[in-house]
Structure formats: C-alpha cells, structure tokens
C-alpha cells in the first residue's frame, strides 16, 4: 500500500542511464533556480520602506538612492560569480571556491552558511507567498502556518518526481509573475506620466528628513539586499545545466540579472511615486496593483502570479541545497545518505532534509517573514565574501590571461559583500547575533563528523594493525515464547548451522509456567537443551541480556561466537506490524550494540 502511494506521489523509479535527460535548458533553468532571487522583489522593496517608515513618509525618497546602491552590488555579484561559473565549471560553489583558494575552514563556513540558507530559502519563500495569499484574502490570516506547511509538501513532492519534471511545471508561474510585473510596471509608469497619479503623494528627491541617520539608511540599504538572495544558487547547481553546461549556467545568470534589475527598480520607483507605506495586513505590492488596476481581474492576476513565485522561489534551495549537500558529503562532512539518488534520479534525502528543517522553522517563527529575512540574507552574504575573497587568491595565484580585470571584478564583488555583511552585523545585530552561536556550530560538528568517517576508515582498513579474531565454533541461543511453527522454522535454521550447540531460552513471569513450560518442551523438542528464566519484574530483555553475556563470556575464553536467532512472523499485511513483533524488536535492538555478538532473525511468512 506505502510502495503504492509512493509510485502515485513520485511516479515510476528512472534507470540510471536516463540521468542525462534529468538536465536542464536556459529556460527551465532561469525558471528553477532564478526563482529566488526574482521572487525576493516582491519583499526586498518592502524591506527597505520598513525600515524608513520609523522615521517619517517624508524619507521614502531615500528608496531611490539605496536601490542605485542595491542595483550595483547586483551587477558586482553577477559579473563575480560569472567567473566563478568558468572557474568551477563542476559547480559547488562558495563552498568549493573557499574550500580550494582560502583553505578548509573558509569553506566548511561557506557551505555551512549555504546550507543553512537554502533551509531559509524555503521557509521565506513559503512564508512570503502565504503573506500574498492572506493579503488578497485576509479570513485566511489565521490558517498562515498550515497553509505554509502544505505548500512546502507541495514542492517536495515536486522535486521528489525529479528535476525535469517539476521546472516542466514550476516554469510557467515563474514567467506568468515576469510578465505580471512587467505589465503592473509599465502600465503604472504610463499612468505616471500621463498624469494619472498625482506626483503629490510622495515626497520630492533631496526633501529634508527630519531625524534621518547614516545608521538608518545603513540598515535601510542592508534590508533591500536582502533582494540580491538566490544570485549565487545557478553557481551551485551547474551540474543541473545540459552540455556546455558553464555556457549555459553564465547566459543564465546574466539574464537573471537583467530581469532582476527591472523588476527591482520598477518596484521602486512605483512604491516611492505612489508613497506606499508598508502595513501588517498588505504587501507593497499588493498596494501598488490596487492603485494601478484596483481590485479587479488584473489585481489578482498579480497577486496570484506574486504568491505562486514566492512559494517556488523555495524550488532554487530545492535545487541547490541538495548538490551542496553532495559535495559535502563526498568530502566526508555531513552523512554520506546525501549522496544517494532516489528512485527519480534526485537527491532525495537532501531533499526530505530541507523539506522537514524548513517545516521546523516555520512552526517556530509560525510563518512570520519579518523574522527570518535578516538572518536569511546574512547568512547568503558570508559565502558571498568568502567566494569572491577565494577568487582574489586564486586569480593572483595563478595569474592567467586577463587576470587584472577578473581581479578587479572579485575585488569589487568581495569589497562590496563585506560592507554588506559588517551592516547586517552592526545595524541589526539583535536580530542576527545567533549565526556568531550556530556558524560555528556547523562547522564543529562538520569536523566531528569527518573524524568519525576517518576512524572507521582507519579501523576498516585491511591494512590496519587490528588482528581479525579467530573463529573455532558457534553457540546458538534461540529465545522462544511458545510452541509454534516460528519457534519450529528458527530451530531448524539453528540445526542446520550448529547442531550441538543450541540453547533454546524462555523467560517465564510465574513459577507455574516455567514447570509446565519445561514439560512440553521435552516432549517436543528433547534434543535441544532448554533453559528457563524467571523474570521478577515482568521484563523480557534484562534476563534474557544477564543470560546472553554469561555465555558470550565463556564462549569468547575457547574463541566462539555466539549467535542470537530470533524467531519473528511476517504478516501479509504491513500494517498489522504495529500489532505484532514488538518483542523481537526489542530484543534485537538491545543486542546489537554487543561487542563478539551476532544477532539474525528467521522470518516466518503468514499466508493470511
């Protein structure tokens, strides 16, 4: 039944060597993985006039100022990770980039900061398009976190049917919300300059501002970079493009860029000529439709087509989180579970990963998209620093042809991410002081865990010093409960490996049971030795374990092994499971931790 519903959520499993049809074109990758950072025009803007409104209206004028601001750092970004596309054509990233140029540590932060931002990815993303959702229909206020939490089941199971297949879905609303915004902007600046909007509703360029700070437009500018998120994701993921892959991640990227940069200034520029104010109940956007096209037809087209990008924007840590995942894993830094692909050819448990982490967070923060957009894109501008820094090193390491210009191009990128960072730090600490706590954390047991990878390899290696333990016999120690064909099956497996020396163990509650117990065992099965236990506390594991050790003690001193069969019955039926074996379950779950032990079981198959 689980096997059934699994093949109707995910579909049939793909053979391997179908793995080159699971690629991407420029298309379908603009939509996957340019989701992100196209998304975030809906919030970036936004984030900007909340922070202005805690002085007057009268400062939204700034906007105009701070997003020339954004829109460099923007082409900074896309001109530096361009290069890191051609320089790491294998993808990985931030993560490879410091890992290779600036030393281990830089990248473990590097990709500890992505993956932690990928998992935000998802949980802003979902957040932000349930707020669009609630911003068109406002009785769904209350429901905000089950509706988050069903739209992140949405995009899992998505990406769990493979890669193809969910941006052969996921690409149309990406491109209906571009065309959505290209047609709210353009109409919006036709009315303004048509005269239909009244330039009173704003305050005009360079109006004095009562109170206003270089600590404010700081942290103003800090906010709208949070627009900029997602930009490095199509760098992560170039193993997802189709051949030349580099080719076609760089084209990717430079559109991107293009249609990020008019998205985010039309935005802008409309938000400040209309003199929106930010409020708890509408989105920005939702404000600057209703003054364009007011609540008809075309209103909710763009609010439709804002939430659908804002929930599939979370399809770009979908995307990216799983490959990073890959890298570290190969490296031996988190479990090697993530480099296994499921039956679509997907990372499927980087992707069940993210989906259930991502689930957490927004029960905990219960959706709210204010709280996690400043350690969202903090988090994103660390790797940023880290990989333009690491290309710094790299292009004056190795010095190729043209190596001036990429280094200008890194040293402004890295130059213009730190600044970002060291705002983020300064200007909103009490909101991001936990990624100083959780960072290093990351890193730590990142190190933990390769040292446990190393250690075992040491103590597997056939090399190693460790002498294998000579094996002379076998005791087998069969627990049984009753007289049963199970009981039956599992000591006819015993005889047919160790025939002389079988010690069937039952663990009787009441004295009674043990004698009569001791009697029919004789009559059945007199040639194997039956020992009774009495339990004085109703527990089957702890004399059955005192038993176990007595003998493995012993048997150790003339080198055997002493094997545990536990008889078990398989129903039909999966489900009925859960009403039978919790004893062996038990049992087999204790004894397997213990050293010169081996623990088998014999199954029996029910016909009903």
């Not at 430079?254 to 930010?278: E, Q, S």
């Not at 982490?357 to 998209?369: A, E, N, P």
């Not at 059945?524 to 007595?550: A, E, N």
Request: glycine share 6%; charged share 15%; net charge positive.
């Amino acid at each position: 039944m689980l096997t059934d519903l699994k093949r109707l959520l995910i579909g049939q499993p793909l053979k391997s060597h179908e793995l080159g049809e699971q690629k991407l074109n420029k298309k379908k990758a603009l939509a996957i993985l340019s989701s992100d950072a196209l998304s975030s025009v809906a919030y970036g803007p936004e984030q900007i006039l909340i922070v202005l409104i805690t002085i007057s209206a009268a400062a939204f004028w700034y906007t105009i100022p701070i997003a020339c601001g954004v829109l460099f750092l923007l082409v900074a970004l896309i001109l530096s990770y361009r290069q890191i596309i051609f320089a790491y054509p294998h993808g990985g990233g931030a993560y490879v980039v410091s890992k290779e140029n600036l030393g281990m540590n830089a990248g473990l932060f590097a990709g500890g900061s992505l993956l932690v931002d990928y998992i935000l990815t998802v949980a802003v993303s979902i957040s932000a398009g349930t707020d669009a959702i609630t911003s068109a229909f406002p009785s769904l206020h209350s429901y905000t976190v089950p509706i988050a939490l069903a739209l992140v089941l949405f995009i899992t199971i998505l990406n769990l049917r493979g890669i193809t297949e969910s941006a052969s879905i996921l690409a149309y609303p990406v491109y209906l919300f571009v065309v959505a915004l290209f047609i709210l902007i353009g109409i919006g600046v036709y009315k303004i300059l048509t005269g239909q909007i009244s330039p009173d509703l704003h305050a005009p360029l360079g109006t004095p501002v009562a109170g206003i700070s270089l600590f404010i437009l700081l942290r103003a500018f800090s906010s709208g970079s949070s627009a900029l998120t997602g930009v490095e994701a199509i760098s992560n993921a170039i193993p997802n493009f189709k051949a030349p892959a580099p080719q076609n991640a760089s084209k990717t990227l430079m559109a991107m860029g293009m249609l990020l940069a008019i998205l985010f200034a039309g935005i802008i520029y409309l938000a400040y000529y209309y003199g929106i104010a930010p409020t708890e109940k509408e989105t920005v956007v939702s404000q600057i439709a209703t003054v364009t096209f007011g609540r008809g037809l075309m209103y909710y087209i763009v609010q439709g087509t804002t939430a659908m990008i804002l929930v599939l924007a979370a399809n770009t840590g979908y995307s990216a989180f799983p490959l990073l995942a890959v890298n570290l894993a190969k490296d031996k830094f988190i479990a090697r579970m993530f480099t296994m692909r499921g039956d679509r050819l997907g990372y499927s448990n980087g992707i069940i990963f993210l989906a259930v982490t991502s689930m957490l967070l927004i029960i905990v923060f219960k959706g709210q998209t204010e709280q996690l957009i400043p350690l969202y894109a903090v988090g994103v501008f660390i790797p940023f620093t880290l990989a333009q820094t690491g290309m710094l090193v790299k292009w004056f390491r190795e010095k190729p042809r043209g190596w001036l210009l990429k280094l200008t191009v890194n040293l402004v990128g890295a130059c213009m991410s730190f600044i970002v960072m060291m705002i983020f730090f300064i200007t909103k600490f009490g909101q991001v002081w936990s990624v100083l706590i959780f960072l290093p954390l990351i890193v730590f047991i990142f190190h933990q865990i390769k040292k446990h990878y190393d250690a075992i390899a040491e103590q597997l290696r056939l090399t190693s010093c460790e002498p294998a333990l000579p094996i002379e016999g076998n005791v087998m120690i069969v627990p049984v409960a009753g007289f049963t064909h199970v009981v039956e099956n599992s000591l006819n497996y015993a005889k047919s490996l160790s025939p002389d020396q079988i010690i069937a163990v039952y663990v009787a509650f009441e004295r009674d049971d043990e004698k009569k117990f001791e009697e029919k065992w004789q009559k059945w099965q007199p040639d194997v030795r039956l020992v009774t236990l009495h339990s004085h506390y109703r527990s089957i594991v702890h004399p059955l374990t005192k038993f176990i050790d007595t003998v493995e003690h012993k048997a150790t001193e003339s080198n055997f092994r002493v094997t545990v069969i536990i008889p078990q019955f398989i129903p039909k039926k999966n489900w009925h499971n859960i009403l039978h074996n919790q004893s062996s379950l038990l049992i087999r779950a204790f004894l397997l931790y213990k050293r010169n032990l081996v623990v088998t079981t014999v199954p029996y198959h029910l016909k009903k």
